[in-house]
């Protein structure tokens, strides 16, 4: 068992500190989290760690995925400098005296009124900063975004994408657990209990992994967007058991085995790729490689196949809209996802889109982080 956590150390900026600390790792530990979490410290106490874990966990966490990675966040956070680091972080007011300050940290943590009363005015003025950044940052189109400002989206971006690939997964492993009812064994069982099925007995289900193709177009209209949408599809790679990505331009190149790299040395990899970078674009000719080359991998019938493109094709539109044909009548879903469908006024009047459209399943935008995370509700 872990020692105990000296209660002069636990304050009201120490817990602030921690909801930070635990949101940079992925966490959903936002202002209101913060203060749920001050107020939830209040009702447990400090006086011993279990109830400080326990009062912290109750409010942050609403998964087991939450649960496993707060364990990982508590420990290291509260732990991971020993009960010096507590001393390190007191303020000089706090350092008055033991009994004292052991008070006054009391006496901060019981006032859950409003943000102001609870956060000091740098903490709240930092968190809220904090979400507003967040908020504009997902909202704006990844083309206009400045150099810093698409560092930290793209920080903010990679865990989302983790976290919604997790998701994913939770959910199918759900959603697979139970398939028909089994008549004879539910009669069978009911039998003690006179006859009433009260308890359903189900036949195991055989899981088909769900299996997700992806190509991304690389071309120059898409250079604003084709470095960014590669960490996309880095996120979800790693978090799903079958995924095939691919790149394009005018010819077609897998990345499936470059993108099980860690993320730098996958990168480095790509740049090496002779993959016609900001090259021309020729969608339906790339599509025919697919499925003369790769058709293989829709065998499975619980396949999406999704396409990041903006559409602009310098090929035909009927090989377009025949290629994709091939691919429709293979997979559960297709989905496209056009970047330029969240400009205000766009129509998808290009050949190529017009071609593509009959064969879509789902059309949507890509443009910007809110638009990406949205593609959950499509598989």
């Known amino acids: 068992m872990m020692d105990s956590i000296q209660q002069p150390g636990v304050t009201t900026t120490t817990i602030v500190e921690f909801c930070r600390f635990a949101r940079d790792k992925g966490l959903p530990a936002g202002v209101q989290g913060t203060l749920d979490a001050l107020e939830a410290t209040v009702a ?204 394009f331009s005018t010819s077609l190149v897998e990345i499936t085995s470059l993108l099980r790299a860690p993320l730098r040395g996958a990168l480095q990899a790509l740049s090496q790729q002779p993959a016609g970078w900001s090259g021309g674009t020729n969608i339906g000719g790339s599509l025919r490689e697919f499925n003369q080359l790769h058709s293989r991998k829709l065998r499975s019938g619980n396949t999406s196949f999704l396409i990041l493109s903006d559409g602009w094709d310098t090929g035909e539109p009927g090989a377009l809209a025949a290629e994709l044909s091939a691919v429709k009548r293979r997979v559960r879903r297709l989905i496209w996802l056009n970047p330029l469908l969240g400009l205000k006024d766009y129509q998808p009047i290009t050949s190529g889109m017009r071609a593509a459209l009959p064969h879509i399943d789902v059309f949507a935008p890509a443009h910007n982080l809110e638009s990406l995370l949205a593609l959950e509700r499509h598989l």
Request: aromatic content about 8%; some cysteine; hydrophobic content about 35%.
């Open 44 to 247: 447990l106490g400090v006086d011993s760690e279990q109830a400080l874990k326990f009062g912290l966990r109750s409010v942050l966490c609403s998964s087991k995925d939450d649960w496993d990675l707060f364990e990982e966040c508590f420990k290291t956070f509260w732990k991971g400098a020993g009960p010096e680091r507590f001393s390190v972080r007191t303020t000089h007011r706090e350092r008055e005296g033991s009994s004292g300050a052991t008070r006054r940290d009391q006496s901060s943590l019981m006032s859950t009124g409003s943000g102001d009363d609870v956060l000091s005015e740098e903490e709240g003025n930092l968190a809220l900063a904090g979400a507003s950044a967040h908020e504009r940052l997902s909202k704006a189109d990844i083309s206009t975004l400045p150099q810093n400002d698409l560092a930290m989206l793209e920080q903010i971006a990679l865990r989302l994408f983790k976290q919604m690939s997790r998701r994913l997964q939770r959910r199918r492993r759900i959603g697979t657990l139970r398939g028909q009812v089994d008549l004879r064994r539910t009669i069978r069982r009911s039998i003690s209990r006179g006859g009433e099925p009260i308890n359903l007995r189900y036949r195991e289900r055989k899981l088909r992994p769900h299996r997700l193709v992806t190509l991304l177009d690389i071309s120059g209209s898409m250079s604003p967007y084709s470095l960014f949408l590669v960490k996309f599809l880095y996120a979800l790679q790693k978090h799903f058991q079958r995924v095939d990505t691919f790149l």
